[in-house]
């Protein structure tokens, strides 16, 4: 895929989910469990896969687990498989990791599986310079196309400011960024950025899981150089989109659509909170998202798309009562879960 036909790609704007990580009983990798997540993210609809990034665990990495290879190549050999039964545009992203020579390494192994683009994580610059991390960023972008990725401090980034975020944006091998500092001033810094930087060639897509459809419905108007400029947020790359998958490509593809309307029907505004309560739930936020991967893997595990909740660092756990939010928004907003969609398609999905 051509960089021009990335840009276009993300530029229409996709679900594109953040891949968890299938462990067995014994916190062992379950290579089948993982195809069937990549089989049920495909078969959603999805114009995208996100992999090796937070919600995969960034402990793949760790040579005591030395899981980071196999999980992208399964996953990039599982796509490949199922695009070939079904040719459609489709993106594949991979987690980048790490200072500047893990992360160039990172990314030449990504290209090397067909990734298209490398989701850019910052966590190992907490302590640097704009400087130091702007030219780390040029750096990785000389090898892969970067998405740029601005992740909350409670899961491991750091604040990242205007001045920031408007030199990233004219790094020329920027494809798009993700939003996800679960704030709207630091939501608003990014946007009139890359406003500024004239960058209209960038997609912006959301990763602010707490704020999924007012970010989705939000015009961004900025004064710049005396002309009105409204940039959107096209699509997500979310963790919250990696379970209850078919409905989250269903919801986008509904507010794609009302997006072209003159009025916004209040439901809408209805909407925005079962998401979030649902996210609420999910992610942990009552415990400073300490439970947010188990959280997913929950999901999915009582779907049977995974064998179990456990994480490669075994502190990593369901937060107490968690389990018992999650029955809650299920059964609260049961429009928002896709159970039956995956019951119908689950002994296909594990063969």
Known sequence: MKISEIRTHLLEGHAIPAQPLALDALRKFSERHQRAITRYYMASGVGGLAVGV????FEIREPQHGLFKPVLELAARTIDEELKKAPRPFIKIAGI????????GEAQLALSYGYQAGLLSLSA??????????????RVAAVIPVVGFYLQPAAGGRL???SFWRRFAEIPNVVAIKIAPFNRYQTIDVVRAVAEA?????????????????????????????????????????????VWTSKSVQLLNDIKRARQSAT???????????????NAALFDSANRFAGCIPGI????????????????????VLSPGQA????????????LTDDAFVAENLDKWLR
Request: aromatic share 8%; proline share 3%.
């Open 54 to 57: 937070h919600s995969t665990q």
């Open 97 to 104: 990791c790490g200072r500047t020579e893990q992360a160039v």
């Open 125 to 138: 610059y907490k302590n640097d310079t704009e400087e130091e991390m702007i030219a780390h960023c040029q």
């Open 160 to 162: 990242l400011g205007y």
């Open 198 to 242: 004239g960058r209209d060639d960038i997609a912006i897509y959301t990763g602010n899981d707490d704020s999924i459809v007012v970010d989705l419905f939000t015009p961004f108007t900025f004064d710049v150089g005396g002309n009105k400029i409204t940039r959107r947020i096209v699509g997500g790359l979310l963790g919250h989109w990696g």
């Open 264 to 278: 916004l029907d209040v439901k809408w505004l209805e909407t925005s909170i079962a998401v979030t309560d649902m």
């Open 297 to 316: 893997l929950e999901v999915l595990r009582r779907q049977g798309l995974v064998p179990t909740t456990l994480c490669l660092n075994p502190h990593e």
């Open 324 to 335: 018992e939010e999650l029955t809650r928004v299920c059964a609260a907003y049961p429009e």
